[in-house]
T-cell receptor
Framework: NAGVTQTPKFRILKIGQSMTLQCTQDMNHNYMYWYRQDPGMGLKLIYY???????DKGEVPNGYNVSRSTTEDFPLRLELAAPSQTSVYFC???????????????FGQGTRLTVV | RKEVEQDPGPFNVPEGATVAFNCTYSNSASQSFFWYRQDCRKEPKLLMSVYSSGNEDGRFTAQLNRASQYISLLIRDSKLSDSATYLC????????FGAGTRLTVKP
């Protein structure tokens, strides 16, 4: 059982380049999330999705785009990379329990992105 | 006001000490609550879920006070291996994280 898988693990981008961070989960979770974590700081929500075809902005969505065409995949797109986007990016997923509560979040191992 | 606020820390305690972390949340409609542990440069890992008034797991006790919108984590008999950053997480439809409280347990 792979859980949540993120690729790549590391990436260096030049200013203005674009890239897609991949995230896939095999637990049939309906909710998926993208967070960024700057050094010494907590996790900030970029975007999330409550199911295929539905996405919503989090706390810090500017400069990013997402899509959710399948339950399993939730890629994050950076169109014009900026040094301020240097961070560690975590993808996570949760399932809505029959009681209506979200279960614990399962995380990928993170992508360390540097923009120079 | 931030959605989730935690004690800023850091906490530096000797082995065997008892330490408590506090977390407040602003959305009264919050449904579920969690404590996560994060080791340096790693992904967060679930420490405890807090679904009702609180729960206990070995040396760890989490309490929830919905009226005051407050969650706490108590660690008894601290071990060196407890050194990490502890994250408070609140579900408000999406999952919001506090900034984390760093704990260092020293010999």
């Amino acid at each position: 059982n792979a859980g949540v898988t993120q690729t790549p693990k590391f990436r260096i981008l030049k200013i203005g380049q674009s890239m897609t961070l991949q995230c896939t989960q095999d637990m049939n979770h309906n909710y998926m999330y993208w967070y960024r974590q700057d050094p010494g700081m907590g996790l900030k929500l970029i975007y999330y999705s409550v199911g295929a075809g539905i996405t919503d902005k989090g706390e810090v969505p500017n400069g990013y785009n997402v899509s959710r065409s399948t339950t399993e995949d939730f890629p994050l797109r950076l169109e014009l990379a900026a040094p301020s986007q240097t961070s560690v990016y975590f993808c996570a997923s949760t399932k809505v329990h029959e009681t209506g509560y979200n279960t614990e979040a399962f995380f990928g191992q993170g992508t360390r992105l540097t923009v120079v | 006001r931030k959605e989730v606020e935690q004690d800023p820390g850091p906490f530096n305690v000797p082995e065997g000490a008892t330490v408590a972390f506090n977390c407040t949340y602003s959305n009264s409609a919050s449904q579920s609550f969690f404590w996560y542990r994060q080791d340096c440069r790693k992904e967060p890992k679930l420490l405890m879920s807090v679904y009702s008034s609180g729960n206990e797991d070995g040396r760890f006790t989490a309490q929830l006070n919905r009226a005051s919108q407050y969650i706490s984590l108590l660690i008894r008999d601290s071990k060196l291996s407890d050194s990490a950053t502890y994250l408070c997480v609140v579900n408000i439809g999406d999952m919001r994280f506090g900034a984390g409280t760093r704990l260092t347990v020293k010999p």
